[in-house]
């Protein structure tokens, strides 16, 4: 059986030609164009994502002036509260500048009783029963001076009472609650505890 392709007729030897091209054809796209361009898309879209990491970070570092100047702004804030807020519960200079504040307005502080601290997130109350002799008109004036403190110092439950035996310079009994604010100092890490080297 002769099968020359020379002897076939044109239009079989046309077909075959064809149909070798097609096959050749297919071949290439799915054993190396599909895969190359799979590739590509892949290396396309990585590329992307990092053309947005880059703009990004451009954009962080146009603004990084901006966050150093708003840093120092909240720093100086911080550095104000300092004084309205103390880091310290220094509870002697409560107590101290509250009878200098009560000796100036006529009032005599009875007691003193430190109350149950509340912690919040950023502060701690420090509440105290704090009772006075006097007058309403030097209670009053003891409350204005207490108010044009620099530290916070908040006054509550304010509970007046006349007194039986009364005289010029104490006709009432006053009790409050006087509230101070300290700052909670941020919890530091433990240091790595390194292991003690085993003596031979």
Not at 38 to 59: M, N, P, V, W
Not at 95 to 115: C, E, H, T
Not at 122 to 145: A, C
Request: proline letters at 6%.
């Amino acid at each position: 059986m002769n099968l020359s392709l020379s002897k076939q007729p044109w239009y079989v030897q046309l077909g075959l030609f064809c149909a070798l091209s097609l096959a050749g054809v297919a071949a290439f796209y799915f054993l190396y164009a599909s895969p190359a361009q799979a590739a590509a898309d892949a290396s396309l879209g990585k590329l992307q994502g990092l053309r947005l990491d880059i703009d990004r970070g451009h954009a962080t570092e146009r603004r990084l002036p901006q966050f150093a100047k708003d840093m120092k702004t909240l720093e100086l804030k911080l550095e104000g509260l300092k004084a309205v807020l103390p880091e310290e519960k220094d509870v002697g200079d409560l107590i101290a500048r509250m009878q200098s504040l009560a000796v100036q307005s006529n009032l005599r502080i009875r007691s003193f009783k430190p109350g149950t601290v509340n912690t919040r997130q950023m502060y701690s109350e420090l509440p105290h029963d704090v009772e006075f002799d006097g007058t309403y008109h030097n209670f009053g004036l003891f409350l204005d001076r207490l108010s044009k403190l620099s530290r916070i110092i908040n006054v509550s439950d304010i509970n007046l009472k006349p007194k039986e035996k009364q005289d010029a310079a104490s006709t009432i009994t006053a009790k409050c609650v006087a509230t101070t604010y300290v700052l909670v100092e941020p919890s530091k890490p433990a240091a790595p505890v390194t292991p003690a080297k085993a003596t031979r």
